[in-house]
């Protein structure tokens, strides 16, 4: 299912999203929707490019649960048209690209661009991009309020920051971007991590169909 972008589809994808090579790139892979804490990773980015060279992805389009029905507007073109005008009261409008839906193949290139990828929800279930970042190898900054947090070893596999500290995600964002060795090895505790989600998550669905059968 997750496959390995050629160079050919790495390169189509920056130039199409303006990704240079000295760029440092995070990525937020999440519907539109006020929980998933998007104007969180803004203003901590706003503290970041005061000092680093760095792009954010805002990949993803509007919210599964609230399509457009009628003649309002959908909850996820709401959220989107506040935080595109948040990056503009912030200055940020050439740190953040906003992606829309990507195929599968542009989001294997997400993820091997990134450096790393953030998780700042304010309310979240398992986190399962999370596991997608670690399968590339890539550490992640998850808010202690999704599901996954409690897979992240802070400071090993990732880091574990509250959903409304702003700072503290901003100086964790910082770290990664200047410490390169850690990140890569960050990345590789996050992949055996994924092995053994996968593992547990095959085991635990296994034993559920069995209790299901066998009553």
């Not at 948040?86 to 953040?96: A, D, I, P, R, T």
């Not at 053994?196 to 635990?204: I, P, T």
């Amino acid at each position: 299912q997750y496959g390995t972008p050629t160079k050919s589809d790495l390169q189509q994808f920056a130039d199409k999203h303006g990704l240079g090579e000295d760029d440092g790139v995070i990525s937020i892979v999440a519907r539109l929707d006020p929980l998933k804490g998007h104007d969180r990773a803004l203003k901590a980015l706003a503290k970041v490019v005061k000092t680093h060279n760095v792009k954010l992805l805002i990949v993803g389009n509007g919210s599964f649960s609230s399509s457009k029905k009628g003649l309002g507007l959908s909850k996820g073109e709401v959220w989107r048209t506040y935080l595109q005008t948040l990056v503009k009261n912030l200055g940020l409008e050439k740190h953040v690209i906003f992606t829309g839906h990507v195929s599968q193949k542009e989001l294997e290139c997400v993820y091997t661009l990134s450096d790393f990828t953030v998780l700042p929800s304010v309310a979240e279930g398992f986190g399962l991009v999370v596991v997608e970042s670690w399968l590339y190898g890539k550490p992640v900054v998850v808010s202690k309020a999704a599901g996954i947090a409690e897979l992240i070893v802070d400071g090993v596999n990732g880091y574990l920051v509250g959903p409304d500290d702003v700072s503290g995600l901003a100086d964790r964002m910082k770290t990664l971007l200047e410490n390169p060795s850690l990140t890569e090895e960050m990345g590789k505790n996050g992949r055996e991590t994924a092995k053994l989600c996968s593992l547990e998550r095959s085991l635990e669905e296994e034993k559920r169909i069995i209790e299901e059968v066998v009553g």
